[in-house]
T-cell receptor
């Protein structure tokens, strides 16, 4: 069965510091990986997906199949990045999305 | 179209009662998903529809839960004989099966259910 783990419930960094939110997954096939974000009082929304290989709001994530990881990184955190971040996986061709438990990022001034 | 909408936003009910939630997806989206989210957890997949067909159901969806999407537009999620363990946020999302936003889920605001 597919599983997504996010080891940190809370991550606090200072503004301007680099940030890395960890995501590991277990799935033997070819997954599609996503990062979703939920800002305070807003809906859950897509931040980025591995197949697009884009940088969104300065965030990037690389799929490492060897380590089964999809860590989210940003070189210089901003206060407006404070939010709840969820890593999610879906098997290729499927629609049963599996979300991790989430990491709350707090960027301190 | 202002996005995915859900109704009601909050529901308080007594144990044993039936409840029904409604989700209106983005109009051109073929797929519609239901999730449950409890405190400290990410969304848990319950079921999804492609047009009016319910194509996948999670084992979390016990026989007390039923979802419909009769005309391929809005969807309802009914919980019969509610239990206190059903207390959660119920999220709906929709997505398109084609285009640049393929598989990007757009979420609604959720319905928070409290079972007393």
């Amino acid at each position: 069965a597919q599983r997504v783990t996010q080891p940190e419930k809370l991550l606090s960094v200072f503004k301007g510091a680099p940030v890395e939110l960890k995501c590991n997954y277990s799935y033997s096939g070819s997954p599609e990986l996503f990062w979703y974000v939920q800002y305070s009082r807003q809906r859950l929304q897509l931040l980025l997906r591995h197949i697009s290989r884009e940088s969104i709001k300065g965030f990037t994530a690389d799929l490492n199949k060897g380590e089964t990881s999809f860590h989210l990184k940003k070189p210089f955190a901003q206060e407006e990045d404070s939010a709840m971040y969820y890593c999610a996986l879906v098997r290729a061709g499927g629609q049963n999305f599996v979300f991790g438990p989430g990491t709350r990022l707090s960027v301190l001034p | 179209d202002t996005g995915v909408s859900q109704d009601p936003r909050h529901k308080i009910t007594k144990r044993g009662q039936n409840v029904t939630f409604r989700c209106d997806p983005i109009s051109e989206h073929n797929r519609l998903y239901w999730y449950r989210q409890t405190l400290g957890q990410g969304p848990e997949f319950l079921t999804y529809f492609q047009n009016e067909a319910q194509l996948e159901k999670s084992r979390l969806l016990s026989d007390r839960f039923s979802a419909e999407r009769p005309k391929g537009s809005f969807s309802t999620l009914e919980i019969q004989r509610t239990e206190q363990g059903d207390s959660a946020m119920y999220l709906c999302a929709s997505s398109s099966i084609a285009g640049i936003n393929y598989n990007e889920q757009f979420f609604g605001p959720g319905t928070r259910l409290t079972v007393l």
